[in-house]
């Protein structure tokens, strides 16, 4: 058995994130580990798990965003700083980024939000759904027929409804999701949005609704940064 790993590692070192102002805090800890069978290239969660990364696999910068659907500073970053950063960063291929589930349970609907955007992901949507669930936030958050709302963007973003709707009905991409939020909260993350950033020259962590400014000097010290020696080859017995 083999930890879920979506994209990338989700860290590169151990981090204890503190959870900033402007961010949606984690009450109760979540156990450390989440298991689960490794992924077949083409296995369903394979193709979830690859549909929510932007960017190429080679970028010199990884971006792992660690989200809740239903977060107000999530939305936030959403629809404001991440547009901007998809223009300068990662249309031009110098970062990747790749989104990370973390459903918290103050939110009701955020875990079902989840699984509507990860079973969009498996036919190559999940943007389509990421864009338009934290647009309508406010529109669908703490309401009844949010299930309803979201087979409506789902239809909008032209997915294969049968599909889509047997994922998401069976729960198929469930596991994908605890795992994320599993492997967050076993490295310490306590908050969304959470960012993470992985280079050749090393891994930060940041927290909170951080606007695009912050964001890009951040991102133009580890573009502009050398690679971080490598550890000494010991020497043949």
């Not at 991440?82 to 970062?95: E, K, N, P, Q």
């Not at 079902?112 to 958050?141: N, P, Y």
């Not at 971080?228 to 020497?235: F, L, R």
Request: charged fraction near 20%; proline fraction near 8%.
């Amino acid at each position: 058995m083999n930890r879920l790993r979506p994209g990338p590692a989700l860290l590169a070192a151990v981090l204890l994130v503190s959870t900033a102002a402007g961010a949606c805090a984690q009450s109760d800890a979540a156990p450390a580990a989440a298991r689960a069978p490794a992924l077949s290239p083409d296995s369903l969660l394979a193709r979830a798990d690859r549909g929510r990364s932007k960017g190429p696999a080679d970028a010199a910068v990884t971006l792992v965003e660690v989200s809740d659907f239903q977060c107000p500073y999530c939305r936030e970053f959403a629809t404001t700083t991440y547009a901007r950063l998809d223009s300068a960063y990662l249309r031009g291929g110098r970062v990747r980024m790749v989104y990370i589930n973390y459903p918290l349970p103050t939110h009701p609907e955020a875990f079902a939000a989840a699984e509507a955007a990860m079973c969009a992901s498996v036919q190559g949507k999940f943007w389509e759904l990421h864009d338009r669930l934290f647009a309508t936030q406010r529109e669908w958050g703490g309401q009844a027929d949010a299930a309803r709302r979201f087979a409506g963007f789902a239809r909008e973003a032209g997915l294969d409804m049968a599909a889509w709707t047997e994922c998401v009905d069976n729960d198929r991409t469930a596991a994908l999701i605890v795992g994320d939020a599993m492997q967050a909260s076993g490295a310490g993350i306590n908050g969304t949005p959470t960012f993470v950033l992985n280079s050749r020259a090393g891994s930060k962590a940041l927290s909170g609704a951080i606007p695009f400014e912050q964001l890009s000097r951040e991102l133009d010290a580890l573009l502009a940064a050398p690679a971080a020696p490598a550890a000494p080859t010991p020497p043949a017995p």
